[in-house]
């Protein structure tokens, strides 16, 4: 089919959402009334003089999201030319701006001045004696990270879109990563929050279409899908995935390169793939094979069968199934107890076991990534995601 066709189409699928969002009332009021009381111009400049007098340094991937927040309160969407490869630190610059995609101004100035209110509050009480207790992390806004007994805990957290992942979480996902890798921190927890652990790429990630047309917005997301799945691929840190209710598509796939799977018996793991018109990502072409042999890799993956959590488990998928009522408190008391293994000890033994299959699962990944672009633009693609948008489909 034409190129300008599938626009069209994709165009119309957003007209299709903008009617869906125009009846829904209260998330319509709620990001009214968000709107009204956002930061005014004032709030915002105010912001950026005490961005100026922090007493500590919020380190570069604070400094970078600081720059994007600006960079889109002030100018609006990414207007500059991408910088040249090498050019590192302003393509780092650029890439941050760039992810924010169509945020509106408003949201844009609202979120720098909270990012900067909470490195006010923690920059002031960095003199003193920090309380054990759990310390959520400011400067996101898609998840909740929060770290105690030396466990980074990064909880999905979009639970009326059933943690669906946008453009804002997956960016947020990379950033949370890079620094709970650098982090005092022995092992990193995923979990999501609400009844699903998540229901995998945002379909409405389809939606907005740039000025370069569709065929920009698949080599932007194939781009985006890539590096999202290459932070996985090379955390140093033991990766424990807590799945506390169904998991979907991408957030099912990335659980091939985590080290510990815990689920609840509520939990499942499907990867409708077929039904969408795409095709595997997250490695899990490799990993799944290789971890519970090509038959039942082939259901999952091709024709998208739906496991239970007991089934995953006989797969090996998932290490162990906790029934829902004693989950997190089982859970967490496991947790708790690796925790205190030495940190080095562990990282190193990941390495041991990982590394022999990095240059593999970059490659595979790279690969999956650039037939996922092509993929996006097909009408069987196009076609399951407007299906979804209308209402008229569902998993
Ligand atoms: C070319 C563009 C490129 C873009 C960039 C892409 C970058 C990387 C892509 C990686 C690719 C990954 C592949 C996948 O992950 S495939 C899996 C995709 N997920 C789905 O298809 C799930 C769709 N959702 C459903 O089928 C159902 O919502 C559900 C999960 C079965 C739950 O059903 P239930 O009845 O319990 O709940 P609701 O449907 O009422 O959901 C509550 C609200 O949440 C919204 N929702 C849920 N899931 C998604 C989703 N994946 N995307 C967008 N929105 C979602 C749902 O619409 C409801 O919203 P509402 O209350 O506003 O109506």
């Not at 626009?7 to 709620?30: D, I, K, N």
């Not at 999501?192 to 279409?209: C, K």
């Not at 990982?354 to 490659?363: G, S, T």
């Amino acid at each position: 089919m034409a190129v300008v066709g599938l626009s069209g189409r994709l165009a119309r699928c957003y007209c299709l959402r903008a009617v869906r969002s125009s009846l829904r009332v209260p998330a319509l009021q709620l990001h009214v009334s968000k709107t009204a009381m956002g930061a005014s111009q004032k709030d915002f400049e105010s912001a950026v003089n005490q961005v100026k007098l922090l007493k500590k340094d919020p380190g570069n991937e604070v400094k970078l999201k600081l720059y994007a927040l600006y960079k889109q309160a002030t100018e609006g969407p990414c207007n500059t030319p991408k910088p040249g490869l090498f050019d590192l630190i302003n393509k780092a610059k650029w890439d941050a701006w760039n992810a924010l995609g169509d945020l509106p101004k408003e949201t844009a100035r609202q979120n720098y001045v909270d990012l900067v209110s909470g490195l006010r509050s923690s920059s002031d009480s960095s003199s003193q004696v920090k309380p054990e207790a759990d310390k959520k992390q400011a400067g996101y806004e898609t998840l909740v990270i929060t770290s105690e007994d030396h466990i980074t805990k990064i909880m999905l957290n979009r639970p009326a879109k059933k943690n669906a992942l946008n453009t804002q979480m997956y960016q947020e996902i990379m950033l949370a990563l890079e620094a709970a890798s650098k982090d005092d921190s022995t092992i990193t927890v995923f979990t999501g929050s609400g009844d699903y652990y998540s229901s995998g790429n945002d379909l409405t990630n389809f939606t907005d279409i740039p000025p370069g047309g569709v065929e920009e917005k698949a080599k932007n997301g194939a781009i985006l899908l890539r590096d999202f799945v290459d932070c996985f691929i090379d955390f140093p840190k033991p990766l424990v995935a807590v799945v506390n209710g169904p998991a979907v598509g991408i957030s099912v796939t990335v659980l091939g390169l985590f080290d510990l799977v815990y689920a609840s018996d509520r939990a499942t793991f499907h990867t409708p793939f077929s039904h969408l018109g795409q095709t595997p990502e997250g490695c899990s072409s490799y990993t799944f094979p290789k971890i519970m042999g090509l038959a039942k890799a082939v259901e999952m993956l091709i024709f998208g069968k739906k496991l239970t959590a007991g089934e995953a488990y006989a797969q090996g998928l998932v290490t162990e199934v906790f029934p829902d009522s004693t989950f997190e408190k089982e859970v967490w008391t496991r947790l708790k107890a690796y925790s205190k293994l030495p940190r080095n000890a562990m990282r190193i033994s990941k390495q041991i076991i990982r590394n022999h299959e990095k240059e593999k699962l970059h490659a595979i990944n790279a690969e999956e990534s650039s037939i996922l672009q092509e993929r996006w633009l097909s009408d069987e693609c196009v076609n399951a995601v407007m299906n979804f948008l209308s209402q008229k489909a569902k998993l």
